[in-house]
């Protein structure tokens, strides 16, 4: 599989937020996302075998893995690395852009699934179906950039009942959405959602390996 990079670190997003993680990060990328701040991986990475990778994951330490991107899916060699750590004990979470198949995913893997929005220009790109395949401890995650993405987002959660089905994130889009400002409106709209910020970019000062 090609690899960008490979790199321990808290965990900055979804409801492991401030855990110890490392984090795989695989080349490639099939969407473009207005407010990207990974481009560096659509292109950039080396390629490594699923033996190197679990070797990586077990000199890190930690217990908890990230897969993420680009966009993990792409790689086929993502289902045997991922059946291979969540059988040694790991917990293992998986990024995706939400524009391919999850359901091929180990049902013991974590799925934190964007839903692009309209200022993203892919809102177009989502998988309905991957909805029917979430599972209570999966989540998903909407990242606005302003107050028309909100309502988008409010508009899809009410259509598809996503809060029955698992937990929530409303992610201001960083250095474009106030934060303070979302919060202003989940809190009047009364919405069962978690905000979520991207602590590891107020921690670190670098734009990557963070």
Known sequence: MKVCEIFRS????SSYAGLPCLFIRLSGCNLRCSYCDTTYAYEEG??????EVKDEVRKSGLRM??????????QDDIIPLV????EEGYRVLIETNGSLDIRRVNKRAIIVMDIKTPSSGM?????????EALKPEDEVKFVLCNREDYEWALD???RYSLTERCAILFSP????????????????????????LQIHKYIYTLSRGV
Not at 10 to 13: A, S
Not at 177 to 188: A, D, G, Q, T, V
């Open 46 to 51: 080396m390629e490594m075998t699923i033996e």
């Open 65 to 74: 893995v990230e897969i993420t991107g680009g966009e993990p899916l792409l």
């Open 156 to 158: 899809f959660l009410r």
């Open 123 to 131: 809102s177009s790109m989502f998988r309905l179906s991957n909805l």
């Open 173 to 196: 889009a960083f250095g474009i959405l106030n934060p303070e400002e979302l919060s202003r409106w989940i809190l009047e709209d009364r919405i069962d959602v978690r905000l979520n």
């Open 10 to 13: 808290i965990q900055g997003e």
């Open 83 to 86: 059946d291979g750590l969540v």
